[in-house]
């Protein structure tokens, strides 16, 4: 994958804790994640598994959407998730 903005959710399980982000190059940041190289939560939570991955246009709107998608109820971000992927698969190896 090219660098293109997106929005990402990692976890460690199944509806366990989320992280969000947003990034210029998803394969390289979320490799930085899983790798422990993002000190924080993702490290101190093991959130090593990309369960959600939206690409966008654009950095603005991206941003603006993580903005977003931040300020949402916890369920509303699980149905987000089980729609795309309702099995919960790491979705890192779909973006390499």
């Given at each position: 994958m090219r660098k293109q903005p997106a929005v990402y959710i990692l976890s460690?399980?199944?509806?366990?804790?989320?992280?969000?982000?947003v990034t210029s190059n998803p394969v390289q940041r979320i490799w930085q994640h899983k790798n422990?190289?993002?000190p924080g939560f993702t490290q101190k939570y093991n959130l090593h598994k990309l369960v959600y991955i939206e690409l966008f246009d654009n950095m603005e709107t991206a941003i603006q959407f993580e903005?977003?998608?931040k300020k949402w109820h916890r369920k509303w971000k699980l149905e987000l998730i089980e729609k795309k992927n309702p099995e919960w698969s790491d979705l890192y190896s779909d973006i390499i």
């Open positions: 460690n399980k199944r509806e366990g804790s989320l992280y969000i982000g422990n190289f993002v903005k977003r998608l």
